[in-house]
């Protein structure tokens, strides 16, 4: 195999955001008379909201509020919580080493198309980017692998063996499984090195500047 496009997620990937999203979906639960605990809902930040609200609420709940829910929820952490987000370490540096190679970029998020944007500008990476899917893509969010059928849709005639997937939560691996991806794992979204190897990460960094100076060694350069 020889590697012909990068697909990314973004939160807690590329974005230090995680800890930012949990905070903003327990706020949101609250507002609406449910109580949980921001570790049990940041275990399950990369999934989408359509995943992850049946985790914390009753079918009933999601049927008669859950649209609002979300909502809300992507109005808070707008106003709150995005100003906070930061890149971590080496995004752009490797983002520019996999298009040196003669390698396309892509990103695969969860998210809405409106946060992606947005995050695209916070990277500073949009000119570096060459194909871009959101949840505005996609009829469920990981761990269902919509999204990236939809991303890699968009890459064609680059297909599932010419391409690999870089995430930082076992949903983007078996995500990416179920499209026949194999995916790199990143540590800097918190979850741990067992949990990434046990959804079907092929290597694991620390982070993509952990990623970038392992290059050659890595499946990117294979």
């Known amino acids: 195999m020889r590697v012909k496009a990068v697909i990314f997620d973004i939160d807690g990937t590329l974005l230090d955001s995680v800890d930012l999203h949990?905070?903003?979906?327990?706020?949101?639960?609250?507002?609406?008379?449910?109580?949980?605990?921001?570790?049990?809902?940041?275990?399950?930040?990369g999934k989408g909201g359509d995943q992850l609200m049946p985790v914390f609420l009753s079918e009933a709940q999601i049927a008669r509020e859950g649209e609002t829910?979300?909502?809300?929820?992507?109005?808070?952490?707008?106003?709150?919580?995005?100003?906070?987000?930061?890149?971590?370490?080496?995004?752009?540096?490797?983002?520019?080493?996999?298009?040196?190679?003669g390698r396309r970029v892509a990103l695969a998020s969860s998210g809405k198309k409106s946060e992606?944007?947005?995050?695209?500008?916070?990277?500073g990476i949009g000119d570096?980017?060459?194909?871009?899917?959101?949840?505005?893509?996609?009829?469920?969010?990981?761990?269902?692998?919509?999204?990236?059928?939809?991303?890699?849709?968009?890459?064609?005639?680059?297909?599932?063996r010419d391409a690999l997937a870089v995430g930082d939560t076992p949903y983007d691996a078996e995500a990416a499984a179920k499209v026949r991806l194999a995916t790199i794992g990143l540590l800097c979204g918190g979850f741990p090195e067992a949990d990434l190897s046990a959804a079907g990460c092929t290597a694991?960094?620390?982070d993509p500047q952990d990623l970038l100076d392992g290059y050659e060694s890595s499946p990117l350069a294979h």
């Open 22 to 45: 949990a905070r903003a979906w327990v706020e949101a639960f609250r507002h609406f008379g449910v109580e949980t605990e921001e570790a049990a809902v940041r275990r399950q930040i």
């Open 69 to 101: 829910i979300e909502a809300y929820r992507s109005d808070l952490f707008k106003r709150a919580y995005l100003s906070k987000v930061r890149p971590v370490p080496g995004v752009r540096a490797l983002l520019e080493r996999i298009r040196a190679d």
């Open 116 to 123: 992606v944007e947005r995050y695209t500008e916070i990277l």
């Open 128 to 160: 570096l980017v060459d194909v871009a899917t959101s949840a505005d893509d996609a009829d469920r969010s990981k761990p269902h692998p919509d999204i990236f059928a939809a991303v890699l849709e968009k890459l064609r005639p680059i297909g599932a």
């Open 204 to 206: 694991i960094y620390r």
